[in-house]
């Protein structure tokens, strides 16, 4: 294998592949990259086993610009670090990658030359990466919007995998998306092609890096079978493996009746949120939420250093006074996810998780369960 | 005591002053910062023992439009860390601190009232922040380049506090600043009044703490006593404690003569370390540089990896052909210390002391002791 490649998109395909590669992968092979040269481009694969990515360098740009030249085909594993941190570093705008024999392979331009020791490409995994399961398209904005809006709310403690999915059904047209923790849930609704349906739990952090790489992409293909989850955009596959189990039932998380209803411009209640909180390190960042129809206010108490109180104005409140305690930053999390200008607070009573979501969408809607402080 | 204050203006003071307080200091006391306000102004001090800054925000700006109204003067001590955040999250244009009796003070704007326990202001140490000794004046660009071109050479370990400082010596009009640690030395000359005349130890990083602060102002004033450094400039006076002992003999570490002169582009070299630094993981950062008349090189190898070259042109070489070995960061930083377009390294040896300089200023001389690798 040799060739001659533009230094900028051999480096963009390096930093999309290594995105699954590990620094602590079980197998050793995979702290590689595979180059593969074929008649249809370069193939950079990184995979830690759960989540493989597979990435395309053309021959030639979309104006017809040549990327690559000077080729024999061929392939061959690189150390993943070694490799992008060189070409990151390297001042030429081509380089050339020959492999030598199969256990030496040089990277070099102008001026560097680093000779490394390689590995013979038939050692690298066999990784599925076709898609043979129920396949269908978003967008990318709403992609993104499903990932942003809910992917923060999954758990990030292993101790009950299927926590960190998120809970993806389709079903009767509408695409519904779920992620919950010990004392929260995010859930999206998207409408879809009726005729989709299907579940998938699927890692919440693959997501999120999906969403990254996809950025700029106009839309997402996604295919989704018994046991990985494929995305595809541009030049690019991502797999990634399913979460086994079942997912709790969520159904009767969201409450049917409220009885107190806040409605406030997000931004005011995310600083008062904020400021309160500069007392609240000694009780986790627990703030709390007191409304009546006169009066809304965001207070904390700090037994060594004082009280604090923020006034919310203005508001429009319905319901008799309460007074809420919650974890600042899961609150304000949730608030931002909404993303609109106003919010709204749903309650049910002062123990009951309460909704948060936005007046005048229903497509996405927080619950937050209060902390008990007495 | 009460005031009203332009909160950007007490911000600035808070971070000024709360630069000094230490989350771990061993008095309690010294967790907070001492407000005094004064017929003259609101002074704020914070402390850790070892430095000491005290800042002023006076009652009107230069241009005479008004910074504190309302007042009443007195003192009080406020926890640092809480006054500072709850300061940089309020929403208001000003704010208005009020010390409701000697227990309780209060931080109000329209929106926010915190409520902290307060400490009496005489329990807060006095320190002598009078400027009673050697004294003399730098411009903020000699004192910057001082600095920088020296500090970050002194030692960070500990066990030879000595090394932690920089060894200023003013004698026939010469100011002198040097820093050493194990392996390398960095020395600044800057013409002074013939008169001064001193010898002292100051903390490297109460130096660069002074750097930053005073950035802006166009001098720097400095008095040195026996025990203490004060720097003065604009509102904010800084003393540090010197650090007592003898500084080891610099005077035969720059090599007198040497037999081996490179002289290259700053940058050019720099590229070409940082490249054979990536495979330098497994040596600590340890490349090697080869010259010879016909090329200049600087190379590296990993058993694992594999090995590097880099070519460095255009130079100019003067001597036989030599191979010397370093920390690369050791010598990126002293070059970029130097912070000429060119540079010169002057050779005795490969297993000398070498020297990096401006090939046309010696005011400033950088020194790094070679590895041993074989």
Request: charged share 25%.
């Amino acid at each position: 294998m040799r060739f001659t490649i533009k230094r900028e998109e051999l480096l963009k395909g390096l930093t999309t592949a290594s995105k699954a590669v590990s620094s602590k992968s079980a197998s050793p092979v995979l702290s590689n990259v595979k180059l593969d040269l074929t008649e249809s481009g370069l193939f950079i694969t990184g995979s830690n086993n759960e989540t493989t990515i597979k990435t395309k360098v053309p021959y030639q740009d979309e104006s017809g610009e040549e990327i690559i030249r000077n080729y024999e085909l061929g392939a061959t594993l690189l150390p993943s670090k070694i490799v992008g941190e060189a070409i990151r570093k390297m001042g030429g705008e081509e380089v050339t990658i020959e492999v030598v024999d199969s256990t030496v392979a040089t990277i070099s331009d102008a001026k560097s030359n680093y000779n490394l020791n390689c590995i013979r490409p038939e050692e690298y995994p066999e990784f599925d990466l076709e898609p043979n399961g129920v396949n269908f398209e978003l967008t990318y904005a709403q992609f993104a919007s499903m990932v942003d809006q809910t992917a923060f709310a999954a758990s990030t403690k292993e101790q009950r995998q299927i926590l960190t999915a998120l809970n993806l059904e389709a079903a009767d047209g509408i695409l519904t998306a779920i992620a919950i923790d010990s004392a929260r849930m995010a859930k999206k609704t998207i409408v879809v092609n009726s005729d989709l349906q299907f579940v998938a739990n699927i890692p919440a952090k693959s997501l999120v890096d999906v969403k990254q790489l996809a950025e700029g992409s106009q839309n997402v293909a996604i295919s989704i079978s018994d046991k990985k989850a494929l995305f595809s955009f541009r030049n690019t596959v991502v797999s990634t493996r399913l979460i086994a189990g079942e997912y709790p039932n969520t159904k009767n998380i969201i409450p049917k009746v409220t009885n107190f209803a806040l409605e406030v411009s997000a931004s005011d209640i995310i600083n008062a949120i904020n400021r309160a909180n500069v007392l609240a390190d000694e009780r986790e960042n627990v703030v709390d939420l007191t409304m009546s129809e006169d009066r809304v206010e965001v207070t904390s108490k700090s037994s060594q250093t004082g009280t604090s109180q923020e006034k919310v104005e203005p508001f429009r409140y319905e319901g008799q006074s309460l007074k809420i305690s919650f974890n600042s930053s899961f609150v304000i999390q949730a608030i931002n996810a909404v993303g609109s200008e106003d919010v709204s607070f749903l309650f049910v009573g002062e123990m009951k998780p309460f909704v948060i979501k936005n007046p005048s969408d229903d497509s996405i809607i927080q619950v937050v369960t209060p902390v008990r402080t007495f």
